[in-house]
């Protein structure tokens, strides 16, 4: 099948703006950090190619005159650079990641997976309907944090309420050091609210559940409509899980985009820092309980059930934040154990082979 790439790479730089001054691999959004862990010799014999592209058959990748698809690998994901081995790119190396986003995939067995790489912004979106959640906010908050990613709080559908402010306040509640913007995503006003994010050979994504409006937003930044959208639910405002693929999306400007598919379920694990991050106001009272070990339940000396009382703080959150980390701890203590087990069970088929190998 021949696909036209086309709407992916970057315009001619008459139509681009600032994105004249880039580079071919700046343009995909290499950075001076990629570039600090490799040597000249690695660079000519295996050239950086960027994952573009994530498919059931494999991993679109792109770099300098090259394009190219490369076997599915579970360690990789969009965003991802790496060192093309053109004679085994199945061990090509994977450059250090800027951020990495990844849950606990849905199901019984608690696997990681990797959801995106190298993302500088990431979109949070909701909509003003049933799907907004705090809940739902700090959780991809708490794991763009984690991931090292800088979080802002698209709040989409301001056209379909009377009352959009009520929206705005709840979703700025979540962290004061997060950005919140609220529009009609159709419109012109992504272009003018979100470039301010999307510079030339950045990277941003767009998360959240199926039909808030990812697709209309990356679209309106893409200045196209080539991500197809559907109308959603009427009953339960739910999405129709429109988009399914990772793909990176280039701006007019030389910006990269990603548009995610709605992800029904988003467990956090080993994100005990970007939930820390994230209820500062809550560590930071915690800090001041008489007992190091408070659990802030009936301990004399709780700061942070005073400060619930004197509504410096809601009790909501404070059971968020405390769900949260039960289920981050859970998550990553399965994942240790899973991991130690698999390291265990490894070494008993290395030791079986050593025991063969000498019979032999
Ligand atoms: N009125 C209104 N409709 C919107 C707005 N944003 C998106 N929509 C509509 O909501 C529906 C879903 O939008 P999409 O962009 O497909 O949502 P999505 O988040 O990409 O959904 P998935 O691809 O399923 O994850 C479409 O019919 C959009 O036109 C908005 O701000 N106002
Ligand atoms: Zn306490």
């Known amino acids: 099948m021949i696909r036209d790439y086309s709407?992916?790479?970057?315009?001619?730089?008459?139509?681009?703006?600032?994105?004249?001054?880039?580079?071919?691999?700046?343009?995909?959004?290499?950075q001076p950090f990629f570039a600090q862990q490799i040597s000249i010799e690695e660079l000519s014999a295996t050239p950086?190619?960027?994952?573009?592209?994530?498919?059931?058959?494999?991993?679109?990748?792109?770099g300098d005159g090259i394009d190219t698809t490369l076997p599915p690998r579970a360690d990789l994901t969009v965003g991802d650079w790496l060192m093309l081995d053109s004679s085994r790119p199945r061990s090509s190396r994977v450059l250090e990641r800027t951020s990495l986003i990844k849950r606990r995939a849905p199901g019984t067995d608690r696997q990681e997976q990797l959801i995106a790489a190298n993302i500088d912004t990431a979109?949070?979106?909701?909509?003003?309907?049933?799907?907004?959640?705090?809940?739902?906010?700090?959780?991809?908050?708490?794991?763009?944090?984690?991931?090292?990613?800088?979080p802002v709080i698209v709040v989409t559908k301001t056209d379909l309420v009377t009352n959009p402010q009520s929206y705005i306040d709840?979703?700025?509640?979540?962290?004061?050091?997060?950005?919140?913007?609220?529009?009609?995503?159709?419109g012109d006003a992504p272009r003018t609210e979100l470039t301010r994010w999307c510079k030339p050979g950045k990277t941003v994504a767009f998360l959240g559940s199926s039909g808030v409006g990812k697709s209309t937003l990356a679209n309106a930044l893409l200045e196209s409509q080539s991500i197809a959208t559907q109308t959603i639910r009427e009953d339960d405002a739910k999405g129709r899980h429109t988009t399914t693929r990772?793909?990176?999306?280039?701006?007019?400007?030389?910006?990269?985009?990603?548009?995610?598919?709605?992800?029904?379920?988003?467990?956090?694990?080993?994100?005990?820092?970007g939930i820390n991050d994230l209820f500062s106001d809550v560590q930071r009272l915690a800090a001041r309980c008489r007992?190091?070990?408070?659990?802030?339940?009936?301990?004399?000396?709780?700061?942070v059930l005073k400060a619930i009382d004197e509504g410096a703080l809601d009790a909501g959150?404070?059971?968020?934040?405390?769900?949260?980390?039960?289920?981050?701890?859970?998550?990553?203590?399965?994942?240790?154990?899973?991991?130690?087990?698999d390291k265990a069970f490894g070494k008993m088929v290395r030791g079986i082979k050593k025991l063969k190998d000498v019979r032999r």
């Open 7 to 30: 709407d992916f790479l970057p315009r001619r730089a008459s139509d681009a703006g600032t994105h004249a001054d880039l580079s071919p691999l700046q343009a995909l959004g290499w």
């Open 48 to 62: 950086p190619v960027r994952v573009v592209e994530v498919h059931r058959n494999g991993l679109h990748a792109l």
């Open 123 to 150: 979109f949070i979106v909701t909509s003003c309907n049933q799907d907004f959640k705090v809940a739902r906010l700090e959780r991809y908050a708490a794991l763009a944090l984690e991931a090292r990613m800088t």
């Open 170 to 186: 709840a979703a700025r509640a979540v962290s004061d050091m997060i950005d919140v913007v609220a529009l009609d995503a159709r």
């Open 246 to 273: 990772r793909e990176l999306h280039a701006m007019p400007n030389g910006c990269l985009i990603l548009d995610t598919p709605g992800m029904r379920e988003l467990q956090l694990t080993d994100a005990a820092e």
């Open 291 to 303: 007992f190091k070990d408070c659990q802030h339940e009936t301990e004399p000396g709780c700061a």
């Open 317 to 341: 959150r404070l059971g968020r934040w405390r769900k949260l980390m039960a289920e981050d701890a859970f998550n990553s203590a399965s994942l240790a154990e899973r991991r130690s087990r």
